[in-house]
């Protein structure tokens, strides 16, 4: 679907030509000064379910001791699909949620969704052994407070439609979801890659199209100041003729390059590759979605929970090879990842690693894409300004708390220092929640840590983990 630009090339023409109508008028900015800060992004993909703790070396990362500079060697077949990225990923291990256990909660799929983002118990007590609807949460979740604070930061200069979305391809109405507001209050998603692109591009007032329109006229009165301080000094003494020569060129060329960079900032083409519904497999469908989501500005922070709300829901059969694998692994493939996840036998554990592949292959192909846009500032690409986080609820697909497998990608202007495994024994979830604020620019300090009383645990919190964030920042 392509929805065209908010005027016409007559339009353009027109428009141009009446902001260029007094070349030597005093110019008066149409937006605020550039502020030389880079317009930063969250994305968050979460499945609810580890890696079996068996095969970690050979799926994950090759040793889990110590920190050093990640090699395509080091990188386990769930990981390279990502080689390409090798130098912007952050790679941890070793670190356990341990807001869930200070806490009190138990490790069922509820309460480790409260705890992954917040890291801090569901506050509502009646509803924490297993949160459901309206359960509330003393804490924001880190994609919500990151999003809310992006949007404020750079309001100005990049103004955006949505702090937050939360995207999935299941909704699970009944149970808790990953995201809280800044009242504490639990997210709902937009389910399903028809659903998301219908709220993002195909309503008749929706937020591309007015997005569209903000940014393409913010960009043309920059290229009318642009023009008009670049003519002015050659023309303060020129004779009539001279003048109008250059105020037609300079109209046709504004108008020309007005087009090409309304391309460049929005073009929301989605080709999605046919959603058959329910809980089947969208995930290219809905990273289609977030890519022009992205491309549009229409958001700082985007959440996707793979399968659903807070347990992925999906079968994989496609990914079945006869001449690879036994009918044992098809067998688990065609199930939903829930029911087939917690096996733990060699057919199981070849299914979910084939799973966690597969996703990988979907995110770089979307990295592919980041790394090849430009961005609205002008200066950088889509994944130069983003930081995508990787994680899940769990450490092993056996409802494991510990050792869970966190993976960051960082683009070049976030303050994060990619290009490595890091050992983060010892460190708290919520600590690496605080990296993630402070490695997009938030001043926090501390992330979350509290009690479903509102008590703090100040155990909880040591700062960020420093050695994940670049010194030159």
Known sequence: MRRPHPYSRREALSMAAGALALPFAPLRRAAAAPSGKPPLRLLTIIDSFGLTSSQRA??????????????????????????????????????????????????????????????????????????????????????????????????????????HLFFTDYAERTKATYCYDLQGRQIRSVASASSIASTLFEAGDSAA????????RLAMMELIGERVRSVRGDLVNASAPTVMDAYESSVEEVARELELR???????????????????????DILECIYHAFACDLASSIT????????????????????????????????????????????????????????????????????????????STLLDNTLVYVTSTMGSNVHGTTNIPHLLIAGQNTRLRGGHHYDCSGAT?????????????????????????????????????????????
């Open 58 to 163: 050979s799926t994950w990362i090759s040793s889990e001791v110590g920190d050093y500079a990640l090699q395509d060697s080091d990188l386990g077949t769930v990981l390279q699909p990502l080689a390409t990225y090798r130098d912007q990923m952050l790679v941890m291990t070793g670190m356990d949620m341990v807001s869930r256990t200070e806490t009190g909660n138990a490790s069922n799929h509820g309460a480790l969704t409260c705890h992954l983002l917040t890291g801090s118990r569901v506050a509502n007590a009646a509803s924490a052994a297993r949160p459901g609807a309206g359960a509330t949460q003393v804490h924001p979740s880190v994609d919500v407070r990151v999003g809310t604070f992006l949007s404020n930061e750079y309001g100005l200069q990049f103004p955006r439609v949505y702090p």
């Open 209 to 216: 199209a007015a997005q569209l329109d903000v940014r393409s």
């Open 262 to 284: 309304a391309d460049l900032i929005c073009d929301p083409t989605l080709e999605l590759v046919g959603e058959t519904g329910g809980r089947s497999r969208n995930t290219a």
């Open 304 to 379: 996707y929970a793979l399968g659903g709300e807070q347990i992925n829901q999906m079968s994989h059969g496609s990914l079945y090879d006869d001449t690879l694998y036994d009918s044992d692994v098809q067998t688990y493939l065609n199930r939903n990842f829930h029911s087939q996840s917690h096996q733990t036998d060699e057919a199981a554990e070849k299914a979910q690693e084939l799973v966690r592949i597969d996703e990988c292959r979907l995110l770089a192909g979307l990295l592919d894409r980041l790394a090849t846009t430009p961005d609205v500032d002008g200066q």
């Open 429 to 473: 979830n919520n600590d690496l929640l605080t990296t993630i604020a402070q490695g997009l620019t938030l001043p926090d300090t501390d992330f979350g840590g509290y009690n479903s009383d509102g008590a703090r645990l100040a155990q909880l919190n040591n700062g960020p983990i420093s050695r994940l964030l670049r010194s030159d920042a």
